[in-house]
């Protein structure tokens, strides 16, 4: 039995809402229970971007997601930054705000990228209290994602489970799970995804994200870029069972797709979350030995290569261009 | 034993560098002593992954808002100025919408670029569309609060722009220039680079769509200072004496200007100074 999520809703099954899809989402409003928008490309002013905030609001609950705090780097999170996320918070009326367990840049340089930190207790002090007061600042709960990463550091001491949940309980903010982004740094790190699944702390898991990623054969690249495969259903499986039901989303942000292939990704999570919430509610899993070995072969690497073509992608897929 | 933050500030720079690291010995040094590798990816291979990142990521933004620029100076001078400019101005907003903001300057300086001016030019347009994009919403003039100007405050008032306003002057005509490009980069076809010839323009944001509405000489020099914020007055006489021509002459087609930036929407708010 888990404790309550916060006191955060269950908003059910969304989608990241891309600038390709704005057109007909607008027109046929379909069937989708919420949708993110990537925070920084509504910050500025208006235009477009502020008319299309506009209508998505209107048509769906929406949540602001973040990717350029950089919580873990060596400056401390930018004040007027804060004050416009507080204000596009407010103004969007988002349940909550996310970022990332990352950092972006050191000096006043900031690279756009989720560079993943070292797990220490130093990081552990130094991200939960500025998670802390990151809370304060948007006066909303806050919750922070996993990162998919490529690199380890020699420094790390605990496991990233335990850095993120003893960040998440020091701070009192919200995880947003990225069950994605396990299988990608389980494959890269040759960790245990399903340790991992078991070992975050569930109770502060206030969303979870899902998407495709791009395999290397060497390593696994988080590119937003495709279907969810199927070890990534079992461990969403997994989460729902232990977590319970949580605000679920797609996202899809290289080689955006027709509309419809996101949907279908998103009728594809519903299908999940139901078969796994009702194995929840009888007691038994949807999640037996036998897809647990498959999703730990999985997460193997060499074990399933493809060919992949490597060129540059951006979190929150491609933003509103002038024209 | 380095601290959290100096590693961090080390791998930025690591990750700003042109070269793959993995030929590069102070990067080898630095990932074998502070990252932990496997047998797939050395961890200068895995430090690699985020500095190609760091460069498909920018310049892919950079072409994106600049492909005026590109397609004038072509693919191998592209590459060298974008590489220079990433190099020389590193990435500092928490937006990529930010990344070009220094590109005309840079441009500007750049002396090997065969089509400086051109390109200078070109790369002021591109950015002045970024700005005036997604620039704060401002509510019309207010045809009350215009009437309300008593007759003798005109001169020491201040026409307040909208912020999606940018009134801009080019030796290139480089509006259409730019619509040839983009169509050209669809179709494949080349576009002969235009000879010198100076014109101003507004490049306004109406109904969320950016317009380039061409200004007379006079018109922009007026507009021009009252964007910068000068009162009525002063910016009349500034105006006049850019053109060397009597106030008077910039007076007598200022109410037919006025009414067309107000209806165009140039002009948001009119700040009268209270004595």
């Known amino acids: 039995m888990t404790r309550p999520r916060l006191g955060l809703p269950d908003l059910g099954v969304g989608v990241g809402l891309r600038v390709p899809h704005y057109r007909r989402v607008f027109a046929e409003r379909p069937p989708i229970d919420f949708v993110e928008v990537i925070s920084e490309n509504f910050m500025l002013g208006g235009g477009r971007p502020r008319h299309h905030l506009d209508r998505a609001l209107e048509s769906y609950p929406l949540v602001a997601h973040g990717v350029s705090l950089g919580i873990g780097g060596p400056d401390e999170p930018d004040a007027t930054y804060l004050a416009r996320l507080r204000d596009f918070a407010a103004n969007t009326g988002t349940p909550w705000v996310s970022d990332h367990f990352c950092w972006c840049g050191a000096g006043g340089a900031h690279l756009h990228d989720l560079l993943p930190l070292p797990f220490t207790p130093e990081l552990v002090r130094r991200v939960a209290d500025r998670a802390r007061r990151v809370q304060d600042a948007i006066d909303r709960p806050f919750a922070l994602e996993n990162t998919s990463s490529y690199l380890t550091y020699r420094s790390s001491v605990l496991a990233e489970w335990e850095f993120i949940g003893e960040i998440a309980e020091r701070a009192n903010i919200g995880l947003l799970f990225d069950v994605n982004n396990v299988f990608v740094t389980a494959y890269n790190h040759g960790i245990d995804p399903i340790e991992f699944v078991r070992r975050v702390p569930h109770d502060r898991i206030v969303q979870i994200h899902l998407a495709g990623h791009t395999n290397f054969g060497t390593h696994v690249i988080d590119t937003h870029g495709g279907h969810v495969i199927d070890p990534v259903w079992a461990l969403y499986r997994l989460t729902i069972e232990l977590a319970g039901s949580v605000s679920t989303l797609i996202e899809w942000d290289d080689d955006i797709p027709e509309l419809e292939v996101l949907l279908a990704e998103a009728e594809r999570a519903r299908s999940e979350r139901d078969r796994a919430l009702a194995a929840r509610q009888a007691g038994s899993t949807s999640v037996d030995d036998r897809a647990i070995a498959a999703v730990r072969e999985a997460a193997r690497p060499g074990t399933s290569e493809r060919d992949a073509v490597w060129h540059g992608w951006v979190q929150g897929g491609p933003r509103e261009a002038a024209e | ?275």
């Open chain 2, 1 to 275: 034993m380095t601290s959290p933050s100096e590693l961090q500030a080390q791998m930025v720079d690591f990750l700003r560098r042109r070269g793959d690291l993995q030929h590069d010995e102070a990067a080898r040094r630095f990932a074998e002593e502070h990252l932990g590798g496997n047998e797939r990816l050395s961890a200068v291979a895995q430090l690699e992954i985020y500095r190609e990142q760091f460069w498909l990521r920018h310049t892919g933004s950079l072409v994106e808002d600049f492909p005026g620029v590109g397609g004038i100076i072509g693919a191998k001078a592209w590459e060298r100025l974008v590489e220079e400019y990433l190099l020389a101005h590193r990435p500092e907003s928490f937006t990529l919408r930010d990344l070009g903001d220094r590109l005309p300057a840079f441009i500007a300086g750049a002396e090997w670029l065969e089509e400086r001016d051109l390109a200078g030019d070109m790369a002021r347009l591109e950015w002045a569309h970024v700005e005036v994009f997604d620039a704060v919403d401002a509510p019309r003039l207010d045809p009350q609060k215009l009437a309300a100007v008593p007759e003798d405050a005109w001169e020491g008032a201040r026409l307040v722009p909208d912020p999606g306003l940018r009134v801009l002057r080019f030796e290139y005509p480089v509006v259409s220039l730019r619509r040839k490009l983009v169509e050209a980069q669809k179709s494949g076809a080349s576009v002969p680079l235009p000879e010198r010839e100076p014109c101003r323009f507004a490049v306004h944001r109406r109904e969320h769509l950016i317009h380039h509405d061409a200004l007379a000489v006079d018109a922009c020099a007026l507009l021009e200072a009252i964007v910068s914020g000068a009162p009525l007055g002063v910016a009349c006489e500034r105006a006049a004496s850019s053109l060397g021509v009597a106030p008077e002459a910039i007076g007598e087609k200022l109410e037919g200007w006025f009414a067309d930036w107000a209806r165009r929407g140039y002009v948001v708010d009119v700040d009268v100074v209270v004595s």
